[in-house]
């Protein structure tokens, strides 16, 4: 996978040296289950068969390991992760932020420490493309889980199926739809990871999936409360920053995640473990 330099932001080292510096001085750096919003939703799917009805889909998005998220953090956060109730694990994007040798090894043994269920997914976002997807990916085949980034997988119960796909980041010009959509079985619900909310503008005019699960705006990190809406939008979140949408057919739903961008805060706005709770519409 060759990565892209597209929008890739400068002076990686100096971010990261502040954000070291910022992350030392914090307070309080442990986990703690009441400071995150896990936000757990019924989607309802479209000849979904009985087989799926209450299969739950956990998300994790934009960890941003080494920014603000320490790896004690993150190896906290799974341990709490591995005591909740679900099917699958799904992981929207952007693990690292801006320098990823000195947390490769601690994110590899979170990933690792997942407990097992019916299937570990990831698709990759922008910051791992500037970081390098190789080593991303390569963490991923260590720890069982599964790169869907321009992929698809068949899951299966008895004699129900769903497609689960997943397409690259669009920020870095690396997404392929065709080349999801040739993969997937025809007839069956479908459920797309991308990192990018946006994407839903594209992805819901195939109309061939159900759902869009992304992260990518950490909700803005600012939500308005009462209208729940998100003033501060970046590139590709501008539409769909943070919650659940309508887009044609398709549903999508934008995850607040987990770490921050460059400044650490977060107003009305938890960092957020999400559970969707499939059901049949019909
Ligand atoms: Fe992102």
Known sequence: MKDNDIDKPKGMWLRQSIQDAMTLALPEKKFNENKIDLVEIDIMI???????????????????????????????????????DFDI??????????????????????MQKLRDCDGKFAVLGNHDHWMGSKIVTDIFKQSGIINLSNDSRVLSRGEDKINLAGVDSCTVCADNLDKVIAKLEKDIPSILLAHEPDFAEESSQTNLFDLQISGHSHGGQLIIPKVDTAPLRGPNSYKYPVGIYKVGDMIQYTSKGLGTNSFRIRINCKPEITIINLKNKN
């Open 46 to 84: 479209n000849n979904l068969g009985k087989n799926f009805e209450d299969f739950k889909i956990l998300n994790l998005t934009d960890i941003h390991l080494g920014q603000w998220i320490t790896p004690e953090y993150l190896d906290e956060l799974i341990d709490y992760v591995n005591t909740l």
């Open 89 to 110: 694990i799904t992981l929207t994007g952007d693990y690292f932020s801006y320098v990823i040798d000195d947390y490769k090894l601690a994110f590899k043994k979170s």
